[in-house]
Structure formats: C-alpha cells, structure tokens
T-cell receptor, first 116, second 115 residues
Framework: DVKVTQSSRYLVKRTGEKVFLECVQD?????MFWYRQDPGLGLRLIYF???????EKGDIPEGYSVSREKKERFSLILESASTNQTSMYLC???????????????FGQGTRLTVV | GDSVTQMEGPVTLSEEAFLTINCTYT??????LFWYVQYPGEGLQLLLK?????DKGSNKGFEATYRKETTSFHLEKGSVQVSDSAVYFC??????????????FGTGTRLAVRP
C-alpha cells in the first residue's frame, strides 16, 4: 500500500520557536508537496519539490522554508512560528507528469499545528 | 492563474437523497480534474478523476463528467449514505504547464448525511 507518513498528528509550539514538520513517502515519487488547510480557504500550496534538493515556491511561501535532502523525505520549516501559522498541514507526493498522465497525489494524515 | 470554484457548504442531506456538488474551473492548459474526499480526522484521498473532455470518472457510486464547454466537473451520487459524510474537494492539475504536477484545490464542501 502507498504510504505518506507525517511525523506528528498534533503539535503545540510557542511563538518564535523554530518548527520542523517531517514527511516521508515510500513510493519513490519525485514530487512532494506541502499544503496548509484552513476553513473556508481549502488547501493552499506552500512549497513543492520535484527532485532531491530542488524546490519551488507555492502560493503562500512566506514564513516557511523546506528541505529535501533525500528523495523520500520532505521537511517543512517554520523559521519563527507565529499564531497565524496555526493550521492543518498536509504533505503529499506524486509521480512525475511524464511517467503517468493521470497524475494522482497521495496525502498524509496531516499535522494539526497550534502556535500559542 | 488556475482556479477552482466549488459550492459552499455545508450540504446536509437525508440518507438515500441525491447529491450534487458543483465545481467549475479556470485553466489555460489542458487540465486533469479530480475529486478528493477527506473523512473526519484523515488526510485526503482520491475519489475519482478525469483526464480529458467528456471523460466520466466514477467510484463508490460517485460520478463526475469533464465538461469542457461549461468548464465544469460536478460531483453526483444517486443515493447518499451516512458513511459519505466528509469534506469533498475539487481539484485540477494543468498538464499543459511545466509545473503541471501541482494540484489546485477548491475550498471544499462539507457533506453531512442524516440517518
């Protein structure tokens, strides 16, 4: 079975802390994504990566950075957490467009982050 | 840029009622269209998809037809069950672009089905 695993389901951090959210996939997918999910706003793309050490900004990258040192792992970093970053964070992975036309993304269960 | 607009919820139905959740899109390339479902406490999972005009995606009694002329991909089910209660997201992947692996999501529609 396909699996995307996020390191924590729930996380509480203090304002100003540096926060790491980890995501691991076991499908050998090239693409990995970080979204945040907020009520009424749906899913918004923060960053994505199409290869090891490669990254591209999504729609809302401000206040975030990412790291992809290995193909299976994609980390989201909040350099200095703020209360407006309280949200549900979802990681996803997918194969590259060239291999499979019917691109499908597989999602982790999400990390609910609260910044106090 | 690409965008997806879906009807606002929540949608509340009685068991065995007919379901329609509207979804329209804007894209400059040749998008693939998806419906994802999120059950309580879980991540998203693919429900169905269609990759070209007039394709019909179907799964678990749900259907959606890719209508290029109306830029729509409405989700339908003839008889909903309590277990269908979830949040439904319409999404597109614009495969005509270099970054076409990205998914653009709608805001989600919460469905609640009463026994």
């Amino acid at each position: 079975d396909v699996k995307v695993t996020q390191s924590s389901r729930y996380l509480v951090k203090r304002t100003g802390e540096k926060v790491f959210l980890e995501c691991v996939q076991d499908m050998d997918h090239e693409n990995m994504f970080w979204y945040r999910q907020d009520p009424g706003l749906g899913l918004r793309l923060i960053y994505f990566s199409y290869d090891v050490k490669m990254k591209e900004k999504g729609d809302i990258p401000e206040g975030y950075s990412v790291s992809r040192e290995k193909k299976e792992r994609f980390s989201l970093i909040l350099e200095s957490a703020s209360t407006n970053q309280t949200s549900m964070y979802l990681c996803a992975s997918s194969p590259p467009l060239g291999q499979i036309m019917n691109t499908e993304a597989f999602f982790g269960q999400g990390t609910r982050l609260t910044v106090v | 840029g690409d965008s997806v607009t879906q009807m606002e919820g929540p949608v509340t139905l009685s068991e065995e009622a007919f379901l329609t959740i509207n979804c329209t899109y804007t894209a400059t390339g040749y998008p693939s269209l998806f419906w994802y479902v999120q059950y309580p406490g879980e991540g998203l999972q693919l429900l169905l998809k269609a990759t070209k005009a007039d394709d019909k995606g179907s799964n678990k009694g749900f259907e959606a037809t890719y209508r290029k002329e109306t830029t729509s991909f409405h989700l339908e089910k003839g008889s909903v069950q309590v277990s269908d209660s979830a949040v439904y997201f319409c999404a597109l992947s614009d495969q005509g672009k270099s970054s076409g692996d990205k998914l653009t999501f709608g805001t989600g529609t919460r469905l609640a089905v009463r026994p």
